[in-house]
């Protein structure tokens, strides 16, 4: 897990201590210089990363959720 990748679930997690206030994807870009779609690519990356789920248990099983919530409308 990279710095970048630090910053990204920092972001994150700070987001879902707040609430929704629409500003997530500007801010994951203010910290990590990644476009909204490359920031999303990482999270979904990191979701298969022990080390990310090691430094961010709470954050990672959120993501993962909404993750697989979305999958099953789609499906």
């Given at each position: 897990m990279t710095?970048?990748?630090e910053q990204l679930l920092e972001a994150i997690g700070e987001h879902l201590n707040r609430g929704?206030?629409?500003r997530l994807e500007s801010v994951m870009a203010e910290r990590t210089?990644?476009?909204a779609v490359r920031s999303w690519?990482?999270?979904n990356a990191?979701?298969?990363?022990a080390e990310a789920w090691a430094a961010y248990p709470i954050v990672m099983g959120v993501l993962r959720s909404r993750?697989?919530?979305?999958?099953?409308c789609a499906a």
């Open positions: 710095p970048q990748d929704r206030d629409g210089g990644l476009s690519q990482r999270v990191l979701l298969d990363d993750r697989d919530r979305g999958r099953r």
